[in-house]
C-alpha cells in the first residue's frame, strides 16, 4: 500500500505542477473572444484530475502506519482546498469589481453613461 500512495503522490506532483507549464506554455489557439481559452481548460483540466488524485490519496494515507507518509498524503487535498478558496476569491472579487444591477446584465444606466 506504501508503493501505492508513493505513486499516487508522485502522479498528483506531475498532474498540479503540469497544469502550471500547460497553462504557460500552450500556445493560443484563436484570435478572437476565445483567445486562449483553450490554455484556461486545460489548466483546470489538470487541476481536475489532481484533484481526484488528491481524493484518492486522502482515502489512502488511513491505511498507511508511516505517519510521515500519511501526513504527505493530506497535502495534496490541503493544495486543493487553497486553489478552491484562491479560484473561488478571485470569481468573487471579478464579480464585486462591476456588479451588475439590471436582469438584462448590463450595468446600470448612471454606469454606462459615464463610460461614453
Known sequence: MKKLLMLLLLCWAIAFFGSFA????????????????????????WQLVAVGLAMACMVLRWSSSNMRLRSLAAVPAIVAGLMAVVVGGMYVWGNMQHPMTEASGLPAQSERSADG
Not at 24 to 37: E, S
Open 22 to 45: 500547460a497553462l504557460l506554455l500552450l500556445p493560443t489557439v484563436d484570435n478572437g473572444l476565445t483567445a486562449g481559452l483553450n490554455r484556461v481548460t486545460t489548466f483546470f483540466t
